[in-house]
C-alpha cells in the first residue's frame, strides 16, 4: 500500500464547477499535512496548508480528519488557470525530516 | 520564481558516466530537500539536510548516489555509474522556520 493515495484523475469539469479530492495517507505519526499545485513540467508549489479545524483561501477549502487517515480539496468556481495536477504532502515526524508526496490528480477546467 | 535556483536544467548523458547537480536554496533557508521524479508521480523524497548534516536519506538512494552540503549552503547529488533508470527530473528544495518547501526548477536528466 502506498503511504499516501490519490485519485489520478483526470477530472475533467467545465468552468464554473465545484470539484472535490481525497487523499489517504497510511502512518499514523504523520504531523503536517499540505495541498501542492504542479503545472505540467514545472516545480510543484504550494497551494495551502491543512489543518485539523479546516481551513479555507478563497475558492480554495481543504480538510484533515485523522481519525480515518483523510485529506479533501474542494474547489469552487473552478476556471481554467485551475487546471493542474493536485499533490497531496505530508510530512512524517516533527521537523518534516521525511516528505511523502502523493501521485497526485489531474484537473482540466474546461470553457 | 521561488528564489532556488538548480544547475543544469537538463542533462544527456550515457549510460556509466557520473553527473552532478547544484542546488542553490533561498539563502536564509537552513533545510534543504532533494527528491526524484518520473513522469505520472509524484516528487520521491531522497534525501534531507539541516545546514551541513544530512539527517536523512530514502532507501531509494543506492550506494550510487551522493548528496553533500558541505557549508551548509549550496548542496550537490552526484549520481556514479548512471543507469537508464535514473533517467527524472530531480527537484530540490528549500525551508525555513515554516513547513512551507519551495522548489527550484529542477534538473531533467536523460540518461540513454
Known amino acids: 500500500r502506498k503511504e499516501v493515495e490519490q485519485d489520478p484523475g483526470p477530472f475533467n469539469v467545465p468552468e464554473g464547477a465545484t470539484v472535490a479530492f481525497n487523499c489517504t495517507y497510511s502512518n499514523s505519526a504523520s504531523q503536517s499535512f499540505f495541498w501542492y499545485r504542479q503545472d505540467c513540467r514545472k516545480e510543484p508549489k504550494l497551494l495551502m496548508s491543512v489543518y485539523s479545524s479546516g481551513n479555507e483561501d478563497g475558492r480554495f477549502t481543504a480538510q484533515l480528519n485523522r481519525a480515518s487517515q483523510y485529506i479533501s480539496l474542494l474547489i469552487r468556481d473552478s476556471k481554467l488557470s485551475d487546471s493542474a495536477t493536485y499533490l497531496c504532502v505530508v510530512n512524517l515526524g516533527t521537523g518534516g525530516f521525511k516528505t511523502i508526496f502523493g501521485a497526485g490528480t489531474r484537473l482540466f477546467v474546461k470553457a | 520564481d521561488t528564489g532556488v535556483s538548480q544547475d543544469p536544467r537538463h542533462k544527456i548523458t550515457k549510460r556509466g558516466q557520473n553527473v552532478t547537480f547544484r542546488c542553490d536554496p533561498i539563502s536564509e533557508h537552513n533545510r534543504l530537500y532533494w527528491y526524484r521524479q518520473t513522469l505520472g508521480q509524484g516528487p520521491e523524497f531522497l534525501t534531507y539536510f539541516q545546514n551541513e548534516a544530512q539527517l536523512e536519506k530514502s532507501r531509494l538512494l543506492s550506494d550510487r548516489f551522493s548528496a553533500e552540503r558541505p557549508k551548509g549552503s549550496f548542496s550537490t547529488l552526484e549520481i556514479q555509474r548512471t543507469e537508464q533508470g535514473d533517467s527524472a527530473m530531480y527537484l530540490c528544495?528549500?525551508?525555513?522556520?515554516?513547513?512551507?518547501?519551495?522548489f527550484g526548477p529542477g534538473t531533467r536528466l536523460t540518461v540513454l
Open positions: 528544495a528549500s525551508r525555513g522556520r515554516s513547513d512551507t518547501q519551495y
